[in-house]
Nanobody, 123 residues
């Protein structure tokens, strides 16, 4: 199983980034996917999750209205569009997959993890 994130980087406050996570080694179309983040010295935080078909999504309170999770089952890829970025969004962002079709907000419910991609929001 592999989850490979990309798209992180340095962006100014108010800017946008799109993260991608390409999956392989499991049945992506039957798996709920999630994004989590972790800043230095802080606990892992739920960002967003999406069900197997892409029609159901859930967001953390701190990103609602600014971030959008989506997936392309034909490409085995999940995305996180991040708009109106704030300095407090600075963190390592991780993609995660579940052996289940239903999304979850708790990181312990996920079975596979990517290596993470760094997002830094700073002027």
């Amino acid at each position: 199983v592999q989850l490979v994130e990309s798209g992180g980087g340095l962006v100014q406050p108010g800017g946008s980034l799109r993260l991608s996570c390409e999956a392989s080694g499991f049945t992506f179309s039957s798996s709920a996917m999630g994004w989590f983040r972790q800043a230095p010295g802080k606990e892992r935080e739920f960002v967003a999750a999406i069900g197997w078909g892409g029609g159901s999504t859930t967001y953390g309170d701190s990103v609602k209205g600014r971030f959008t999770i989506s997936r392309d089952n034909a490409r085995n890829t999940v995305y996180l569009q991040m708009n109106s970025l704030k300095p407090e969004d600075t963190a390592a962002y991780y993609c995660a997959a579940r052996n289940s079709i239903t999304r979850q907000i708790t990181w312990t419910k996920y079975d596979y993890w990517g290596q993470g991609t760094q997002v830094t929001v700073s002027s």
